[in-house]
């Protein structure tokens, strides 16, 4: 079974540009949530999905980011302007089940740094 | 409301040595957790988790938790680490209608 795949694994963008990252979740899991870990803090929350519907958006920073999940199979997430404070490691996720009683398997992470 | 605090940004142990990795949390309700390791620039991978029965649990690569719920407590331990386990080691917990919560990550070294 193939894991959580996330592109790109690293990306430098100058402050006020566009990144967009992706995330295709372990097949047949309807579950995907967005985490991201600023350097030295700890990992939080951003958004869960299930299947293509936003089920818990709370954890997004401001309105300069933007997720979808088109179809229910992978997903982005849009930074729009990018500002310095966005940099970090992007984490994926997904999961079978609601609560991850079985487990949430994670990407390798995008790490993004604005400059 | 659930958080989760990890003692010990660093830990350093000799190969060979007790890994003890300290993971306490705070939950309304009987939550499930986990522990999960990030290797060098790898994503994070499942070591094992707690959701119900057993309080003492068996992950991979020779790693355990007890779940003690009067300490409210999940440290992971290991009897005798290895060069490989030193990576970066993070206590999560999760409550029904709630969110995966991290602690903020326990960096560990073996040395020779």
């Not at chain 2, 999940?74 to 680490?81: E, N, Y």
């Amino acid at each position: 079974e193939a894991g959580v795949t996330q592109f790109p694994s690293h990306s430098v963008i100058e402050k006020g540009q566009t990144v967009t990252l992706r995330c295709d979740p372990i097949s047949g899991h309807d579950n995907l949530y967005w985490y991201r870990r600023v350097m030295g803090k700890e990992i939080k929350f951003l958004l869960h999905f299930v299947k293509e519907s936003k089920q818990d958006e709370s954890g997004m920073p401001n309105n300069r980011f933007l997720a979808e999940r088109t179809g229910g199979t992978y997903s982005t997430l849009k930074v729009q302007p990018a500002e310095l404070e966005d940099s970090g490691v992007y984490f994926c996720a997904s999961s079978q089940d609601f609560w991850g009683g079985r487990g949430f398997s994670f990407g390798q992470g995008t790490r993004l740094t604005v400059v | 409301a659930q958080s989760v605090t990890q003692l010990g940004s660093h830990v350093s142990v000799s190969e060979g040595a007790l890994v003890l990795l300290r993971c306490n949390y705070s939950s309304s309700v009987p939550p499930y957790l986990f522990w999960y390791v990030q290797y060098p620039n790898q994503g994070l991978q499942l070591l094992l988790k707690y959701t119900t029965g057993a309080t003492l649990v068996k992950g991979i690569n020779g790693f355990e938790a007890e779940f003690k719920k009067s300490e409210t407590s999940f440290h992971l331990t290991k009897p005798s680490a290895h060069m490989s386990d030193a990576a970066e080691y993070f206590c999560a917990v999760i409550q029904p209608r709630n969110k995966l919560t991290f602690g903020t990550g326990t960096q560990l070294k073996v040395e020779l």
